[in-house]
């Protein structure tokens, strides 16, 4: 049985293939089509933070660190005007990454899986929805202001 830290440094160390991965299958995804509009090194590179990092975000980090995460990536893709069911897609790509990755090692729990999988998930579709949502409605604001004034 492979624990939890184990488990972690497994994911960490093969981060860069993980993002590659990743960025491969946002980019050749039916459903996220804006992508195109998010330079593919900036996405792998926020990808590659979070596996890189992850045994920071699993054990040290709260929720509050995870929402203000995912509250930042929300608000990167409303100015890239990316639409927000291409996000939330992309999320669940990077989980469905993860997920494949876990499959592959036959040595995990399925209590170490779930934990890795989700943990860092679990907050991440709602943080980015609120300041998705926020940002966009404050763009439309300030474009129908700028219209009224032309």
């Avoid at 860092?120 to 926020?134: E, G, K, P, Q, V």
């Amino acid at each position: 049985m492979m624990t939890l830290y184990r488990l972690v440094r497994l994911i960490e160390n093969n981060s860069h293939a993980l993002a590659s991965c990743l960025l491969d299958r946002v980019q050749n995804s039916e459903a996220t089509p804006e992508y195109a509009r998010v330079p593919a090194e900036d996405l792998k590179e926020r990808v590659y933070e979070i596996y890189r990092h992850l045994g920071d975000w699993l054990m040290t980090k709260d929720e509050l660190d995870l929402e203000q995460r995912y509250l930042r990536i929300g608000a990167r893709c409303a100015k890239q005007e990316v639409p927000f069911s291409q996000v939330a897609w992309a999320i669940v790509l990077t989980k469905d990454n993860l997920w494949e990755f876990l499959k592959k090692n036959e040595k995990l729990t399925g209590q170490s899986k779930y934990l890795v999988s989700w943990r860092c998930f679990s907050y991440s579709i709602t943080s980015s929805i609120a300041r998705f949502t926020t940002l966009q409605s404050d763009l439309r604001k300030r474009a129908l202001k700028w219209r009224s004034r032309a």
